[in-house]
């Protein structure tokens, strides 16, 4: 049975891999009530690399959705919001319970969590997914072997 009520996380979402679906099966299988999961706005990831090439919000959000139903139980409510800076709900929402992230964005949890005991809030707990075959399991790789088959 799962510990916790309401669980978040965010991130990119860009080309549904590995990685991703690693992180919202989790989200699914911790939560009791819902997931919130914020898609990053394109106006944040304009530095990031290859950043013409990531997928459109709209899509993005439309993948995050379809694999959740795949892997969620039936009675778990998820809700997609496009976020366009990096706490997002997470540091405003006091009802939620813990927050999923990578062990490379764990730091970016940690940050979450100072922001909300700052505000009143009590510390989201942290579930960590361990980040495996990381060249493989990043959105970033993805999209630069697209520019570098494009070149052969």
């Known amino acids: 049975m799962p510990a916790v009520r309401r669980v978040v996380l965010g991130g ?9 679906k690693k ?8 939560a009791a009530e819902s997931v919130l999961v914020g898609v990053t706005a394109p106006a ?17 959000c439309a993948n995050v959705k379809a694999f959740f139903a795949s892997v ?16 997002g ?9 813990a927050i999923v992230a ?6 970016g949890a940690r940050l ?3 922001q909300r005991v700052a ?15 990381q060249y493989v399991l990043s959105s970033t790789f993805i999209r630069g072997l697209g520019q570098t088959r494009a070149k052969a």
């Open 89 to 97: 709900p997470a540091v405003v929402l006091p009802e939620l319970d």
């Open 102 to 107: 990578s062990s490379e964005t764990i730091k």
């Open 44 to 60: 944040m990831l304009a530095s990031k690399r290859n950043a013409a090439l990531i997928e459109p919000i709209d899509v993005r």
């Open 23 to 30: 992180l919202l099966t989790v989200a699914a299988l911790s």
């Open 112 to 114: 979450i969590n100072e």
């Open 119 to 133: 505000k009143g809030m009590r510390p989201l707990v942290v579930v960590v997914v361990q980040r495996s075959a």
């Open 72 to 87: 969620a139980p039936p009675q778990i409510e998820l809700r997609v919001v496009v976020i366009d800076d990096p706490w």
């Open 12 to 20: 990119t979402f860009d080309r549904m891999h590995n990685g991703h």
